[in-house]
């Protein structure tokens, strides 16, 4: 089961409906199949720009981030039940990717030009392209003398 | 007198390609003692360091939680992303930052149009007001 990282956000409510939306929240979890590892609060914030959810404009929020592992196939229907309760504002499903490191290549993309791979691999596809932008004119084509300016 | 200068400059070379020879002959036969003022082989001591971006420097992973450390690559007047030009990361870590300011941003963590007043006087990681070329921010 991969983890995901559940961020939601609650309207303003008092704390016994918080607690109870909150067991609301896990319980869906826990009857797809999954489990919580961590529940963090992040406090009530106000919002830096109002939203709006089921008829209702909130300007304020409980931030909550659950980080959570459930079968792949159960976060479309974890996201559709969430979208029904009137009780959160927003929600939305991240998976933990683990990030490998790799090395700063900042020196090689502060190079002149020339000495860029990248541009030289740009290059090397140009001279394998078909030049359509020069027009050359055709010595055979049935003038006897080169019309154009030299 | 040319005649007798251009015979000696031969002589001359020809001793010293002679001697060369002889140097040549003696060191594949006494291998035993390695000569003191040899080079001896290992890493260029000289080599300059490899400029890394803040972020690689410090092995920060951007995240959308964190964000206080995304402020630092908004714009204060106009709420958006600064380009790679004027932050100075690598590509690879340019656009995790920018991927992560839009999820917070989307998620009501980080506004769209403008800096957070308390973040105003965080310490800048860049000057976007000396710009290399104009730019809209």
């Not at chain 1, 109870?20 to 406090?43: P, V």
């Not at chain 1, 027009?135 to 003038?143: D, M, P, T």
């Not at chain 2, 000289?46 to 630092?72: A, M, T, V």
Request: hydrophobic content about 35%.
């Amino acid at each position: 089961m991969p983890t995901y990282e559940l961020a939601l956000l609650l309207r303003n409510m008092p704390k016994p409906e918080l607690k109870t939306s909150l067991k609301r929240i896990s319980h869906a979890i826990f009857d797809c199949g999954g489990i919580i590892r961590n529940i963090e609060n992040l406090g009530f914030r106000p919002m830096p720009y109002k939203s709006t959810a089921h008829g209702m404009t909130h300007k304020e929020a409980n931030y909550f981030i659950f980080k959570i592992d459930t079968p792949t196939k159960a976060v479309i229907d974890l996201k559709e039940e969430y979208k029904r309760d009137v009780d959160i504002v927003r929600q939305r499903f991240f998976k933990i990717k683990e990030e490998e490191r790799k090395a700063c290549t900042l020196e090689e993309e502060l190079l002149p030009p020339a000495y860029r791979e990248d541009v030289q691999k740009m290059i090397q596809i140009g001279k394998t392209q078909v030049n359509r932008f020069t027009y050359k004119f055709k010595y055979n084509s049935g003038l006897d003398y080169y019309p154009f300016q030299k | 007198m040319k005649m007798a200068l251009f015979k000696s400059f031969f002589a001359r070379q020809m001793l010293s390609t002679h001697q060369a020879v002889l140097s040549t002959i003696r060191t594949q036969s006494s291998n035993l003692k390695p000569d003191p003022d040899a080079p001896v082989e290992m890493e260029n001591p000289f080599k300059k360091e490899l400029k890394q971006c803040i972020l690689c420097k410090l092995n920060i992973d951007p995240d959308y939680k964190n964000y206080r450390l995304l402020s630092q690559f908004q714009s204060p007047y106009t709420g958006r992303i600064y380009p790679r030009h004027i932050t100075g990361l690598c590509k690879r870590k340019q656009m995790q930052v920018e991927q992560e300011i839009t999820k917070a941003q989307d998620l009501a963590y980080m506004p769209y149009t403008y800096k957070h007043k308390i973040f105003l006087k965080d310490p800048k990681l860049f000057d976007p007001e000396n710009p290399v070329r104009s730019h809209r921010f």
